[in-house]
């Protein structure tokens, strides 16, 4: 299996350490596409210069090829493949090509940035085939970095393989298992790193335990790590956080709000938490937590 070109070493020094993650725009009933576009287009005014969609965001690709193609030499684009292509057969590759054709046509641009197997099971991976289809698109010049998304052994596994350019990720305040797990190995490598829920999904927003909800584990992780924001809102010590741990590039924090995006840009401009402070969210986490899985 060929080792890809790395062009993501290029990147970091002009991508953002906050990315916008484009799944709140792909839901039509939740969204319509006036919001959408000024969304969009708002993320751009701010400064975030890279945006983060897959194939399973609804009609997040479209939206963004309709609205902001335009403007292509503003971000970095980031999209995920490997299922959901009509006629194709899910995690083969000729679904990943016809995965990144379809991309490339609905976000009416001559290439992308970042395309990551999408969370692609373990087993699918040691096969080769969907990783050799990405790696020809990239010799195509489609695809600039060819990536993966994904936790735990699939991730070992896609690190250990050489076969990517760049990794997505979750590493947050309450999911720390890829910080001392994967991220050495990234570094070695000079694998970018970017990292998704950078938020833990909020779990904060609950005073009791919010059964079903998304968040639920992370807030009963939170609970048992006996963690407290201090004097900095959940959201600051969260984001600062992860955003500069060493070793991720960036991180991407989705929001149907400008003035959610806003406060976060706000957050990340303090720059990295004080040393102890991040020394002790580390602690917290490792004295109880360190066999936890990372979340799917």
Not at 265 to 288: C, H, M, T, W
Request: hydrophobic share 40%; proline share 3%.
């Amino acid at each position: 299996m060929p080792i890809p070109k790395n062009q993501f070493g290029k990147m970091t020094k002009h991508v953002t350490k906050l990315g916008f993650g484009a799944g709140h725009i792909g839901d039509p009933a939740q969204m319509d596409d006036r919001t959408a576009e000024q969304l969009l287009h708002s993320v751009l005014d701010e400064g975030i210069n890279l945006i983060d969609t897959a194939r399973g965001y609804g009609i997040s690709e479209e939206r963004i090829g309709q609205f902001i193609s335009h403007r292509r030499d503003e971000y970095v684009l980031s999209t995920k493949v490997g299922y959901g292509i009509d006629g194709f057969e899910d995690w083969t590759g000729a679904c990943v090509e016809a995965g990144v054709d379809r991309a490339l046509k609905v976000m009416k641009t001559d290439y992308l940035d970042i395309v990551h197997l999408h969370s692609c099971p373990v087993e699918t991976l040691k096969q080769g085939d969907v990783i050799e289809a990405l790696l020809k698109m990239a010799e195509q010049g489609k695809v600039i970095n060819a990536a993966y998304s994904g936790e735990n052994e699939a991730l070992d596994w896609a690190v250990q393989s050489k076969a990517f350019a760049s990794i997505q990720c979750s590493i947050n305040i309450a999911d720390q298992q890829s910080i001392r797990q994967v991220l050495p190995e990234t570094i070695a490598q000079g694998l970018g790193v970017i990292a998704k829920r950078p938020l833990a999904n909020a779990p904060w927003r609950y005073s009791e335990q919010p059964v079903g909800e998304y968040c639920e584990t992370y807030w009963l992780r939170l609970k048992e790590m006996g963690l407290a924001p201090g004097e900095l809102s959940w959201n600051e010590l969260a984001l600062r956080f992860t955003a500069f741990t060493e070793g991720v590039h960036t991180c991407i924090v989705g929001s149907s709000k400008l003035s959610h995006i806003r406060e976060h840009i706000a957050n990340i401009q303090k720059g990295p938490l004080d040393a102890n402070l991040y020394a002790a969210v580390r602690q917290s986490f490792e004295k109880v937590g360190a066999d936890w899985k990372g979340e799917i």
